[in-house]
């Protein structure tokens, strides 16, 4: 994703919905669980779920910073408490994880069923202590 700018989440509304980019959607998908969608590098989502977000960064501590057109609408700085790095640090973490599943899931719906008993008894048996 994109290098750190200046350790703001930047939110751009768009219509009525707000997306985030490159490191700035690894924090807010972190917070939020919002699907990256990978085609468009970022989170989007719509103005309902604003005061979601805004609580969820505000709770993290994290900066962010609202934009309306190129206009800022609002902006939080926590100052030396600020999360964002510590936040897209997990989020990297996170995303690794769920591409790594995503991959093995794709691998486990190509198998027949005789491959794919042998895998499911060796996850049951990993996940069972």
């Known amino acids: 994703m994109g290098k750190i700018k200046n350790d703001y989440v ?32 970022g989170v989007g989502f719509p103005e ?4 979601k977000v805004i609580n969820a ?14 206009e800022i609408k609002e902006e939080k700085n926590f100052k030396k408490i600020n999360n964002y790095k510590g936040i897209l640090k997990k ?6 994880i769920e591409e790594r599943f995503q ?4 691998k486990i719906k190509g198998l027949n069923a005789k491959e ?7 996850i049951e048996d990993a996940i069972s202590n």
């Open 103 to 106: 991959k093995i899931e794709k």
């Open 116 to 122: 794919l008993d042998r895998v499911l008894e060796a």
């Open 91 to 96: 989020g990297i973490s996170i995303l690794s």
């Open 10 to 41: 930047e939110l751009r509304k768009s219509g009525k919905f707000y997306n985030v980019f490159g490191d700035d959607a690894l924090v807010v998908h972190y917070l939020t669980g919002y699907k990256i969608v990978a085609e468009k590098g």
């Open 57 to 70: 960064l505000e709770d993290a501590e994290v900066n962010y910073r609202v934009y309306e057109k190129e």
């Open 48 to 51: 309902t779920a604003y005061n």
